[in-house]
């Protein structure tokens, strides 16, 4: 295998990329090349990478552990390049789609804001572009999982879609005839920052009472662990599981035991899905969706946490009993929903950026112009490799 320096080489030579994109999807997204492309979804500890079909099938994935929060923001950056550059020797990767856990501006440029990254106002798609000779497409994690599930999961053909997904918080997306609803400044989605109850748990954000306080990993981990602490006698069964060593109280662990049958986690995950589904009826009465569809971490605990939360929306919706409900449905993608939904976007900018390279081209050949190599161009649905 060539080393990391000899392929970043071989692909600067590949020519110019392409650093400008569409403000939004095309809506004509069966027409995008049926070409390979790569999905990244970035954690706050790792970060995904998959070769995704034009099916939406992962054709392989790699993994890679995010060092920790305080390292520069080039260190996640030279892990995608390596993680790219190392399927690209096995694959024909015509784009890159990038799907960032935090706030990504309207142009889809910069990461504005990343709670669990270093990431402050970061040019990520430029300097990604920099380095990688391939088109590069940088969204939000929960735009990216909702635009996967709405192409090839469990939101195929809802017209007006709320994506809500549950991992440590609380992240959202809006999708309406075929496109990502990013509000005017590319943040709209931070579902998990809305009050729902006053002067509640303060929130990491810096508010109180936030949803995510009340419905999420966090909130999961946090009540288990105060029973656990306070030697409560319904924990007793948690603890024997962890030695007696509260902080290995996990989500995974409650969701776990509740399987089980044990009485304390299924509360527990009861009461993270009433408040789930107390956010939802406040969400349809803001955005009448057809379909919310729930995905994340915690979301493996299924109708644990689904059916009281369709029970809760159904107590709190407004006009009950008067107007269509929206489903309630589980995410079909689950962990590579985000990385699929990447791929696929990117697809889009990789159809722009083949044609701005054949004008490119046609405009070499009118004028005469000699750049020291010769180009030649790819038959259709491939590009040039090095």
Not at 131 to 156: K, Q, T
Request: glycine share 12%; with cysteine; charged share 25%.
């Amino acid at each position: 295998m060539s080393t990391y320096s000899e392929r970043a080489h071989r692909l600067s030579a590949r020519g110019t990329v392409l650093r400008t994109i569409a403000t939004r999807e095309r809506r004509s997204h069966l027409s995008a090349p049926r070409v390979p492309t790569v999905g990244i979804d970035i954690g706050g500890t790792k970060v995904m990478a998959g070769v995704v079909d034009a099916d939406g099938s992962v054709l392989e994935r790699l993994r890679a552990e995010t060092p920790d929060k305080s390292k520069s923001p080039k260190v996640v950056e030279d892990i995608i390049v390596e993680l790219v550059l190392d399927l690209s020797d096995r694959h024909d990767v015509h784009a890159v789609g990038v799907g960032a856990a935090g706030w990504v501006d309207t142009d889809r440029s910069r990461v504005l804001f990343a709670p669990h990254l270093a990431w402050r106002n970061e040019p990520l798609r430029d300097a990604l572009a920099a380095r990688l000779a391939v088109p590069i497409l940088v969204d939000n994690d929960a735009n990216s999982a909702a635009w996967g599930e709405w192409r090839f999961g469990a939101g195929r053909g809802a017209d007006h879609l709320v994506m809500i997904t549950l991992g440590t918080g609380i992240g959202g997306a809006i999708l309406e005839g075929g496109s990502v609803k990013r509000g005017a400044y590319g943040v709209a989605g931070e579902f998990g920052h809305m009050q729902v109850v006053p002067s509640g748990h303060r929130c990491p954000c810096g508010n109180r009472g936030c949803w995510e306080q009340y419905s999420s990993g966090n909130a999961l981990v946090r009540e288990a662990r105060e029973l656990a602490a306070a030697d409560s006698p319904v924990a007793q069964h948690i603890l024997e599981r962890v030695g007696g060593n509260v902080a290995d109280i996990t989500g995974p662990l409650i969701t776990g035991l509740a399987r089980e049958g044990d009485a304390m986690c299924v509360e527990l995950l009861q009461d993270i899905g009433q408040w789930l589904g107390v956010g939802l009826a406040n969400l349809a009465a803001a955005l009448d969706p057809t379909c919310f569809v729930i995905g994340g971490g915690v979301s493996d605990a299924d109708d644990l946490l689904i059916g009281p939360a369709r029970e809760a929306f159904r107590r709190q919706l407004t006009g009950r009993g008067y107007r269509p409900e929206a489903r309630i449905v589980r995410a079909h993608l689950g962990a590579d929903a985000g990385m699929v939904g990447a791929a696929d976007l990117s697809r889009l900018v990789a159809r722009r950026f083949r044609r701005a390279n054949r004008r490119r081209a046609e405009r070499r050949r009118r004028t005469g112009l000699r750049t020291g190599f010769e180009l030649r161009l790819p038959p259709r649905g491939r590009t040039t490799r090095p």
